[in-house]
């Protein structure tokens, strides 16, 4: 099986939820649409989506994030990932 490519920002966003004292799980090797990173923050769940500065959902994302019953935050950068997991953005 071929690895899944890594968006070039998620170890960035990842040190960067670590160094404030989240807790991040890999996904990415999953596929078929499942979101990259389950994070955990203040007693809180948040599946992050990362994707590249500029870039959007492929088809199997997306149809991933319409049929799982809660909203997956959508990433693209450090300053958004913690928005995601401080404040529920997506």
């Not at 071929?2 to 160094?19: G, M, S, W």
């Not at 955990?40 to 769940?45: D, I, K, T, V």
């Not at 994302?61 to 995601?84: F, K, T």
Request: hydrophobic fraction near 45%; include cysteine.
């Amino acid at each position: 099986m071929t690895p899944r490519r890594v968006d070039a920002n998620q170890a960035e966003i990842v040190a960067a939820l670590r160094a404030m004292g989240a807790h991040c799980q890999d996904l990415h090797d999953v596929g078929r649409g499942v979101p990259d990173l389950l994070v955990a923050y203040a007693g809180r769940l948040t599946l992050i989506e990362v994707k590249a500065p500029g870039a959007r959902l492929n088809s199997r994302e997306a149809l991933w994030h319409r049929l799982w019953p809660i909203p997956v935050a959508v990433v693209h950068s450090v300053d958004e990932a913690i928005e995601a997991i401080t404040e529920g953005g997506s």
